[in-house]
């Protein structure tokens, strides 16, 4: 069984771009959460989707965005970037969210310069 | 909403001693506490976890006991292993969501 898979993996960016990371969720799971990781703020929850609808969403600036597809993949956006936005970005997915083990992805690296 | 503090940050140990790290959480909505094993440039991998209404889990050299009452968890493990050195990171889910400590570099000495 596959597990969650992130795309791509590796990223730089020049600040004021965009960019778009993709998350394909474990087969069967429908929850799909995005966190980002930071050597100085840690582990931060961004948001979570489950039947493409968001059911929670962190303390982050409205540049942060995401969406979830019919068919539980993720995509979360990040628009004119910053320099502090460079981080792991890390996607996670589980049964329903409500409680079920979490699976996280590689991560997609994204470094803005 | 939900504040996880985990300590201690570093912890050394001897190869085949034990290890432990806790961790407290602020909500008593909390009801998922897993935990994971970061090593350098990898993602989290979960190791346990633990529901709120279990006190104690197991699986082989690892433990997690949750105090409810108290708002405290911690982690466990025996014998260590140079191949445990790695970040363990604790957290606390709530409404769709893991909170998480700041971490715990372990480090086992040979």
């Given at each position: 069984?596959?597990?969650?898979?992130?795309?791509?993996?590796?990223?730089?960016?020049?600040?004021?771009?965009?960019?778009?990371?993709?998350?394909?969720?474990?087969?069967?799971?429908?929850?799909?959460?995005?966190?980002?990781?930071?050597?100085?703020?840690g582990l931060?929850?961004?948001?979570?989707?489950?039947?493409?609808?968001?059911?929670?969403?962190?303390?982050?600036?409205?540049?942060?965005?995401?969406?979830?597809?019919?068919?539980?993949?993720?995509?979360?956006?990040?628009?004119?970037?910053?320099?502090?936005?460079?981080?792991?970005?890390?996607?996670?997915?589980?049964?329903?969210?409500?409680?079920?083990?979490?699976?996280?992805?590689?991560?997609?690296?994204?470094?803005?310069? | 909403?939900e504040n996880v503090e985990q300590h201690p940050s570093t912890l050394?140990?001897?190869?085949?001693?034990?290890a432990v790290i806790k961790c407290t959480y602020s909500?008593?909505?909390?009801?998922?506490f897993p935990w994971y094993?970061q090593?350098?440039?990898?993602?989290?991998?979960?190791?346990?976890?633990?529901?709120?209404?279990?006190?104690?889990?197991?699986?082989?050299?690892?433990?997690?006991?949750?105090?409810?009452?108290?708002k405290h968890f911690s982690l466990?493990?025996?014998?260590?292993?140079?191949?445990?050195?790695?970040v363990y990171f604790c957290a606390a889910?709530?409404?769709?969501?893991l909170s998480f400590g700041a971490g715990t570099t372990v480090?086992?000495?040979?």
């Amino acid at each position: 069984k596959a597990g969650v898979t992130q795309t791509p993996r590796y990223l730089i960016k020049t600040r004021g771009q965009q960019v778009t990371l993709s998350c394909s969720p474990i087969s069967g799971h429908r929850s799909v959460s995005w966190y980002q990781q930071t050597p100085g703020q840690g582990l931060q929850f961004l948001f979570e989707y489950f039947s493409e609808t968001q059911r929670n969403k962190g303390n982050f600036p409205g540049r942060f965005s995401g969406r979830q597809f019919s068919n539980s993949r993720s995509e979360m956006n990040v628009s004119t970037l910053e320099l502090g936005d460079s981080a792991l970005y890390l996607c996670a997915s589980s049964l329903s969210g409500s409680g079920n083990t979490i699976y996280f992805g590689e991560g997609s690296w994204l470094t803005v310069v | 909403g939900e504040n996880v503090e985990q300590h201690p940050s570093t912890l050394s140990v001897q190869e085949g001693d034990s290890a432990v790290i806790k961790c407290t959480y602020s909500d008593s909505a909390s009801n998922y506490f897993p935990w994971y094993k970061q090593e350098l440039g990898k993602r989290p991998q979960l190791i346990i976890d633990i529901r709120s209404n279990v006190g104690e889990k197991k699986d082989q050299r690892i433990a997690v006991t949750l105090n409810k009452t108290a708002k405290h968890f911690s982690l466990h493990i025996t014998e260590t292993q140079p191949e445990d050195s790695a970040v363990y990171f604790c957290a606390a889910y709530y409404d769709y969501k893991l909170s998480f400590g700041a971490g715990t570099t372990v480090t086992v000495r040979a």
